[in-house]
């Protein structure tokens, strides 16, 4: 079993598709690339270790001479080909978090490990979307959609093709030449994202990947998402300000206080997949929304009350 197990593993790493690294915007990793890819596929690992397991973390950051608290013992888990998101007030250290996965920020306290693996500070081991695109100017759409693969040492050419593909999917068709600053807001982030999901890297960390689209680019962005992830699962730890959003999608949800950000609550998502949009009008959808809005509204309440 184990062995079909890693058989089917491959066949979909080598299928995915995927974009930007933890560390493009900061240079190379010191690692030289470490892979979790590889590390699913060693031999001391099996399907029941995380993908990542975030342990006790805790950070400060010093403004003006002062120690200002943002994360607070966090922790929290995403199991093999898991889709789970965060949410949580502005402020409360979601993005820190993510830079503290991707190794771009050290902790003041607590692990990260990746299939079993500690990688705490270590970079080079995610798939990472950040939430202002850093698509990089000087490169085509094109080009940028296919960098994380040719970091990787693919051919240019090999890739171009498949990217093409995806740019097409993502309504953005006909820019493959054009450079970033002749694109949207939403279209920049819809690259991102391409960029992201053609990473090798078998852990995607999404920073509100579809904050900048308009809603019905937004809906269709994430039935797509929704589609390819259940065709070709990958473990996703996904930031979005939207609980609609993060219903729909999630296996998980973590809902953050406000900072310093710690887990106030970890709610199971029951829906089968599956998931199709109708799910949102499911009375138990509607329930669940109602609660987590609730938690979201006092949370706010409070961290406007620090402010
Ligand atoms: N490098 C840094 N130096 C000092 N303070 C920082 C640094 N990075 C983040 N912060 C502070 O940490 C806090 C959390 O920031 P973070 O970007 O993680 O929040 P967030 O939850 O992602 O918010 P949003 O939902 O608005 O994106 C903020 O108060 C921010 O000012
Ligand atoms: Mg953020």
């Known amino acids: 079993m ?42 001391g690992s099996d399907r029941e270790t995380p993908a990542l397991e975030v342990s006790g973390i805790s950070k400060s950051f010093s403004q003006r001479g002062r120690g200002i608290p943002v994360l607070e013992q966090v922790s929290l888990t995403v199991k093999r080909q898991e889709f789970v998101s965060i949410v949580g007030p502005s402020g409360c250290g979601k993005s820190t ?29 995610v798939s990472y979307m950040p939430q202002q695109p850093a698509l990089f100017p000087w490169r085509s759409i094109e080009d940028n959609v296919i960098l994380s693969r040719e970091l990787r040492g693919a051919a240019r050419s090999e890739v171009r093709e498949e990217a093409r593909r995806w ?54 962005m994430q039935r797509w998402l929704l589609e390819l992830w259940e065709e070709n699962r990958r473990s996703v730890l996904f930031i979005t300000h939207s609980i609609e959003e993060a219903l729909l999608l999630s296996s998980r949800i973590y809902v953050f ?51």
């Open 167 to 220: 740019i097409a999917k993502a309504g953005l068709g006909g820019f493959e030449k054009a450079y970033p600053h002749m694109l949207s807001g939403g279209m920049q982030q819809r690259a991102a994202f391409l960029r992201a999901l053609l990473a090798p890297q078998e852990l995607m960390l999404l920073d509100e990947p579809f904050s900048a689209l308009d809603a019905l680019t937004r809906s269709e």
């Open 2 to 43: 184990e062995k079909s197990y890693r058989r089917r593993r491959l066949k979909l790493t080598r299928k995915t598709i995927s974009s930007s690294e933890g560390d493009l915007e900061e240079g190379p990793s010191p690692s030289g690339g470490h892979s979790p890819v590889s590390d699913a596929l060693s031999p």
């Open 257 to 307: 206080s406000g900072r310093p950000g710690t887990i106030l609550h970890t709610v199971d998502v029951p829906f089968p997949r599956p998931r199709r949009e109708e799910m949102t009008e499911n009375p138990e959808f509607l329930r669940l929304k109602r609660q987590l809005s609730g938690w979201m509204r006092e949370e706010q309440a409070k961290s406007g009350a620090l402010r």
């Open 97 to 125: 978090l993510f830079h503290i996965i991707g190794g771009l920020v050290k902790p003041d306290a607590g692990t990260v490990r990746m299939n079993g693996a500690p990688v705490t500070g270590q970079r080079g081991s």
